[in-house]
Nanobody, 116 residues
Framework: QVQLVESGGGLVQPGGSLRLSCVYS????????MGWFRQAPGKEREFVAN????????YYADSVKGRFTISRDIAKNTVHLQLDSLRPEDTAVYYC?????????WGQGTQVTVSS
């Protein structure tokens, strides 16, 4: 019902920035929340940020609060995650996730590597 395509990952030095994008599509869906998760090698997936369809109540994990910003562009069917002041510990595969009709959908993930 919902397909997600992520992009924007890459290699960046500590203190640098990246902007991740997630384009969603589907012939029949109703999105309630949009968010980002990440998973580092050998670690469990963890929550990063989410936002409601209305754009209200953006919520962030404590580890990224003040550095990452989630936003959505309804006209372009896109969810963004702006990553600023990146740290090596931010290195992970970042996944876009959308809840629609009480079902959670996932993107394929995009690699973010922070290294000097």
């Amino acid at each position: 019902q919902v397909q997600l395509v992520e992009s924007g990952g890459g290699l960046v030095q500590p203190g640098g920035s990246l902007r991740l994008s997630c384009v969603y599509s589907g012939s029949s869906y109703s999105i309630s929340t949009m968010g980002w998760f990440r998973q580092a090698p050998g670690k469990e997936r963890e929550f990063v940020a989410n936002i409601t369809w209305s754009g209200d109540n953006p919520y962030y994990a404590d580890s990224v609060k003040g550095r990452f910003t989630i936003s959505r562009d309804i006209a372009k069917n896109t969810v963004h995650l702006q990553l600023d002041s990146l740290r090596p510990e931010d290195t992970a595969v970042y996944y876009c996730s959308i809840v629609s009709f009480m079902q959670r959908y996932w993107g394929q993930g995009t690699q973010v590597t922070v290294s000097s």
